[in-house]
């Protein structure tokens, strides 16, 4: 440990680190709009600049490592002139339309121009006029909004590998873009979001589904029924100001009857019946001499980063479906049966933490007699904002129970939120299914946590099975390219998410949580699993049931039917 | 299909990494007189960069063009020498006369418009060069008489810019 004087006061820092780093742990906030956290930094925006002594001008923290003995003053005068000085130039062509943006009230750059007090428009510099491109049935682009911060471009690279994004032109004519300028849903963009929650401003956002659901809700001839994703119950509470991993299930489920969901089902229990045929198409590769290491395919961000970018590993792709994709199937088939409903009445909502669900939902894979079997799919954020728009009080409600048959779930499947938790599912019921037994530590502390990269093996029988996990797609592309390589024979199951740490850091989660917050969420759905009872797939009486009612048995012919797809090479430029 | 040429030249860097992108772009650009579409994302695969980086490269730098070339491809210089004698008024007349503007080329495939930093040619400002052949102290009025020098020139060839 270093000691640095920061603005008179004394505090520590560790030898190497950023400045910027020091100051933040020692409680004092310097403002930045280019930084992410884990990655490199960047130096773009100069908002945290803060005056070192011996140093003529002023320094950006972030970039400046610490050094024995230092002397900051990080709110000088000059820096905080600085600082509102950059702001009003970033202003100048900014849109004045904080009142119409999707950010109001969430963006980085009205929160500094109110911290500084900017109350004027001191710079009037020429608007650009770019086209907002909608293309992508998950996310929109407003390049008018953009401040060219570029944590976009890097998340999209650097985390996620996928560099649909990028800087092009020069000087005053700097904007990002697709390559050729395409639109994003032509592009190699995955429809994570994560660039979402990365930008600081409103150049980002979810393509939203508000509008439809509102109408369908509203609508007397329309059989409106819900699901909520595993993430979400320990998320949506941050919407409301409470802390990070809360877990509402309860007042979430009484909140969407509130809205007027007619049924409010629960996608962890299709996570279990995912857990169950996944498990089963295992058994089936391992006995059969199938194509392995056998990966999970819940993740629709993956799924399209494997069919445009690795279709050689397409056979390796469970063909199960999504648990949102396999709940929309039986909401529209067993369901509907069970209720003499027709099909065509029922509009189909999930709510996700994902923007590219709505991608999935869109899929003509998925789509059964022309019909899309999910017909719209909200974010957190955007639940968050009905529940708003209707004067709901989630604090208030009495928690209510999820509908039956398709409500009641096991903590494996709400496992699913976090990364590692669909492979720690699939293994406690693999186990169950080759052995007769159940495993005697269904806790696997070695795939849990926030790492992109987690790896264990696991005993079942005689048989020793080679289990990784990845989440971000980069620390998944290394993992492919490594087994692609021939490195890695040692490996059968391998679980894939797109986001870093899994669903509960989706794309469509509230904004402004770093790693603290997302290890919060991962906590409150590890407490659940220690909490319950059921903790396994084949140990829902309701999964049960389903396969004695409707299914007969994982991987018959209605199960593949319903719940299995297969997919295909994408062709995009990459 | 790689087009034969953009093959010749990525065979001549066969192995080769980020570092050559740009060599790699320039000698694309002095075979097809541009960066097309296709050639871009074969260039991205040989060096197994993301289309959206090499777009990214190529769009910062001025030499790079998008568009096929014109048969004359027209450069108007906006070096300082030529600023100060008004060479801007002379870009606005040539894009007027063509009916296009800078980096464009114009729909017969007769002429594209450039306008480029300094050609070194001070003392002849305003410069205006057209397929290397350049045209001293160009006022905005002898603009039409230069081009139509050439749409003559096109005529005699019996060749169209196609």
Redesign the interface.
């Known amino acids: 440990m270093i000691t640095i004087d920061a603005n008179g006061r004394p505090i520590n820092a560790r030898p190497g680190e950023m400045l910027l780093d020091a100051l933040r742990r020692a409680g004092l906030s310097v403002p930045t709009l280019c930084h992410v956290e884990g990655l490199p930094p960047s130096g773009a925006c100069r908002m945290c600049v803060v005056e070192v002594e011996g140093q003529r001008a002023l320094v950006p923290s972030c970039a400046l490592p610490v050094s024995e003995g230092m002397k900051v003053r990080t709110h000088s005068p000059r820096a905080l002139r600085a600082r509102k000085t950059i702001v009003e130039l970033l202003l100048a062509n900014h849109p004045d339309d904080c009142l119409y943006c999707v950010r109001s009230g969430a963006c980085r750059l009205q929160d500094l121009a109110e911290e500084l007090g900017v109350r004027q428009r001191r710079y009037g510099g020429a608007r650009t006029a770019s086209k907002v491109d909608t293309s992508s049935p998950s996310i929109i682009r407003d390049p008018d909004k953009c401040i060219l911060c570029g944590k976009c471009v890097r998340v999209c690279?650097e985390v996620q590998g996928?560099?649909?994004?990028?800087?092009?032109?020069?000087g005053s004519r700097t904007r990002v873009?697709?390559?050729?300028d395409e639109g994003l849903n032509v592009?190699?963009c995955i429809n994570c979001g994560q660039c979402i929650l990365a930008c600081p401003t409103g150049a980002l956002r979810e393509q939203s589904h508000v509008k439809e659901v509102l109408a369908a809700l509203d609508d007397p001839k329309k059989f409106v029924v819900v699901q909520h994703a595993p993430a979400v119950s320990v998320t949506l509470a941050e919407e409301f100001g409470l802390k990070p991993g809360t877990d509402i299930a309860g007042q979430m489920t009484a909140v969407l009857r509130g809205l007027g969901f007619q049924r409010v089902f629960d996608a962890s229990l299709a996570a279990d019946l995912t857990v169950m045929e996944e498990a089963s198409e295992l058994v089936d590769r391992l006995r059969s001499g199938g194509r392995l290491p056998m990966m999970t395919s819940c993740s629709p961000g993956w799924i399209k980063l494997v069919e445009q970018a690795y279709p050689d590993f397409i056979e390796n792709l469970s063909t199960c479906k999504s648990p949102q994709q396999m709940l929309g199937a039986l909401v529209k088939s067993y369901f509907a049966e069970r209720q003499s409903l027709d099909p065509a009445q029922i509009f189909s909502v999930s709510v996700a933490p994902c923007t590219a669900k709505k991608f999935e939902a869109e899929r003509p894979e998925m789509a059964r007699g022309g019909a899309a079997d999910v017909d719209a799919v909200l974010t957190t954020r955007e639940l968050a904002q009905i529940i708003r728009m209707r004067g709901l009080d989630v604090g208030a409600l009495a928690p209510g129970p999820a509908d039956s048959p398709l409500g009641e779930r096991s903590t494996a499947g709400k496992l699913f939120g976090a990364s590692g938790g669909a492979a720690e599912a699939v293994l406690r019921t693999l186990h169950f299914m080759l052995t007769g037994k159940e495993l005697e530590q269904p806790r696997m502390p070695a795939l849990r946590g926030p790492k992109g990269l987690k790896e264990t093996r696991v005993r079942i029988g005689d048989l020793d099975l080679g289990v990784a996990v990845a989440s971000g797609l980069a620390s998944a592309r290394r993992l492919l390219e490594d087994i692609r390589e021939g490195r890695r024979r040692d490996l059968q199951f391998i679980e894939v998410m797109t986001c870093p740490g899994g669903c509960v850091a989706g794309g469509g989660q509230p904004l402004g949580a770093g790693p603290e917050a997302v290890e919060a969420r991962m906590q409150a759905l590890y407490r659940i699993d220690r909490d319950e009872r059921v903790r396994t797939a084949h140990g829902n009486e309701s999964v049960g049931r389903l396969y004695r009612e409707y299914l007969g048995r994982p991987l018959s012919n209605r199960s593949r039917k319903l719940l299995h797809t297969r997919y295909a090479r994408r062709d995009v430029?990459? | 299909m790689i087009a034969p040429d953009i093959d010749f030249i990525l065979r001549r860097h066969a192995g080769a990494g980020r570092d050559a992108l740009i060599p790699i772009l320039q000698e694309v650009q002095e075979a097809h007189g541009y960066l097309s579409r296709e050639a871009i994302i074969c260039v991205s695969r040989h060096l197994g960069l993301p289309a959206s980086k090499v777009c990214g490269v190529a769009t910062f730098y001025n030499e790079f063009r998008f568009r096929a070339p014109g048969k004359f491809h027209v450069q108007v210089c906006r070096g300082t020498a030529c600023h100060v004698k008004r060479s801007a008024r002379l870009l606005d007349a040539t894009a007027t006369a063509l009916g296009i503007k800078p980096g464009e080329t114009s729909r017969d495939g007769l002429f594209s418009l450039e306008a480029v930093a300094c050609v070194g040619a001070c003392a002849l400002a305003p410069v205006l060069a057209v397929n290397g052949e350049f045209h001293a102290c160009v006022g905005p009025d002898s603009v039409r008489r230069i081009l139509d020098f050439y749409r003559g020139k096109a005529a005699r060839d019996g060749t169209d810019g196609g």
Do not use: K, Q, Y
């Open positions: 690279e996928v560099s649909a994004i990028d800087f092009h032109g020069r873009s697709t390559a050729f592009s190699s430029v990459l």
